[in-house]
């Protein structure tokens, strides 16, 4: 099914990626969560890059546990070193395609991004021409979390305004993390060829979409603290998001 089609069948398969990395106090946490919300055809695929604290072998008990409960399932893909972000989200959305996915979410699992939009996302799909719904810090209704020290929330607003002025994006959360895609806009964009890897693997998927012509809505959310582990954002993700956007305009189609 094309983007623009609009309207997808009645309880379309959702695949929600899920990458980890020494996640393996909030995993649980967010998996319960996730099949709290009811939402009808919803599997977990989780994309773990080998956590030293046990967080794969964590996803295979759980989906030991739940196999044959009905209500979805989750599964484990298990990579065999830390490769990145960007890596993990490509090799996740891939394994979504090939398993038959209609809707593919990306979401963190350190229980930052609220489970409870979910069901909105994918009415947004659904019932509308989006080829993909960002669920947005910076429009009206969105929020960070209280606890987020000032300098990180003016990192994050300046991120936006550097991309959008460098990109014209027209998106107001354009390093956002927590986004549902039709599979068919997925397919669109090449997975293969992503060169992003760190945070700024957002800011390239976002920017292929509109390169493309596909519309993008935004939906608020209130984007927390995360619960459990430390931040994943380095000097050399940051970095890399720095150049990214420039790399993206001046390079040859």
Known sequence: MNPEDGQMAQDPKIVVVVPTYNEVESLPVLIAQLRELGQPNLHVLVVDDNSPDGTGKLADELADELAGSGGGTISTLHRQEK?????????G??????DGADIVIQMDADLSHPVSVIPAMVELLTRTDAAMVIGSRYVPGGSTASEWPWHRKALSAWANLYVNAILHLHVRDATAGFKAWRSSTLAALDLPSIRSN???FQVEMNYRTVQRGLPIVEVPIRFEERAQGASKMTLKVQLESARTPWKLRFARH
């Open 198 to 200: 760190g945070y700024s």
């Open 83 to 91: 490769d990145g972000l960007g890596r993990a989200y490509v090799a």
């Open 93 to 98: 959305m891939t394994r979504a395609l090939a």
